[in-house]
């Protein structure tokens, strides 16, 4: 199967450290498609701000947006992921946390090898917990999947915005990628 255009949403406040240690592996991947990153400034801080346009002028496919501080009586993380999916140029997202442990170099590719035309989420595991909460109202509750440590999700970009939120089960799958 040939390898999926994904684009990886991080959303960042006050994790920069974490942002900064994370960059670079995403910009370095081992992936046989397109991919690009987005990254989500909640805090709109300018040193971020300005070493993110640095590491842009580096890599065409880096990208950076942020939320207004007129936002701030909303749920930042939502109105984050809303603008991250509403940037991306490609049909799958791969949303992952600022403070995730990446598997490997290559954990896109086992995720995207799993996208098709019967999946809508592939939800990586990258440890053993069996933690979840609900990933937040955005998705009008179309389900509870997303661990802010121990997850990678996949999912087709236009669930995110149709009305009807319901996903079967049968369409999203479980991959571990822990050792």
């Given at each position: 199967?040939?390898?999926?255009s994904?684009?990886?949403?991080?959303?960042?406040g006050?994790?920069?450290?974490?942002l900064?240690?994370?960059?670079?592996s995403?910009l370095s991947l081992r992936?046989?498609g397109?991919?690009e990153?987005?990254?989500?400034d909640?805090?709109?801080?300018?040193?971020?701000?300005e070493?993110?346009?640095?590491?842009?002028?580096?890599?065409?496919y880096?990208?950076?947006?942020?939320?207004p501080a007129?936002?701030?009586?909303?749920d930042i993380?939502?109105l984050?992921l809303?603008?991250?999916?509403?940037?991306?140029n490609?049909?799958?997202?791969?949303?992952?946390?600022?403070?995730?442990?990446l598997?490997?170099?290559d954990?896109l590719?086992q995720l995207s090898?799993?996208?098709?035309?019967?999946v809508d989420?592939v939800?990586?595991m990258?440890?053993?917990k069996k933690?979840?909460?609900?990933f937040?109202k955005?998705?009008?509750?179309?389900?509870?999947?997303?661990?802010s440590t121990?997850?990678?999700?996949?999912?087709?970009r236009?669930i995110?915005?149709?009305?009807?939120?319901?996903?079967?089960?049968?369409r999203?799958?479980r991959?571990p990628?822990?050792?």
């Amino acid at each position: 199967m040939n390898s999926q255009s994904v684009s990886i949403i991080v959303t960042c406040g006050e994790q920069q450290q974490q942002l900064r240690q994370l960059l670079p592996s995403l910009l370095s991947l081992r992936y046989g498609g397109d991919y690009e990153v987005i990254v989500v400034d909640k805090m709109h801080d300018k040193d971020l701000e300005e070493w993110l346009e640095d590491m842009e002028a580096q890599y065409s496919y880096l990208s950076h947006t942020f939320c207004p501080a007129s936002s701030r009586g909303l749920d930042i993380q939502r109105l984050a992921l809303t603008l991250g999916a509403k940037a991306a140029n490609f049909e799958w997202l791969a949303i992952l946390p600022v403070d995730v442990n990446l598997p490997s170099e290559d954990w896109l590719r086992q995720l995207s090898k799993c996208c098709g035309d019967e999946v809508d989420v592939v939800i990586g595991m990258t440890s053993r917990k069996k933690r979840f909460y609900w990933f937040g109202k955005l998705f009008r509750r179309a389900f509870s999947i997303f661990n802010s440590t121990s997850s990678i999700i996949l999912c087709r970009r236009s669930i995110l915005f149709k009305s009807d939120t319901h996903i079967d089960k049968k369409r999203l799958l479980r991959l571990p990628l822990y050792p």
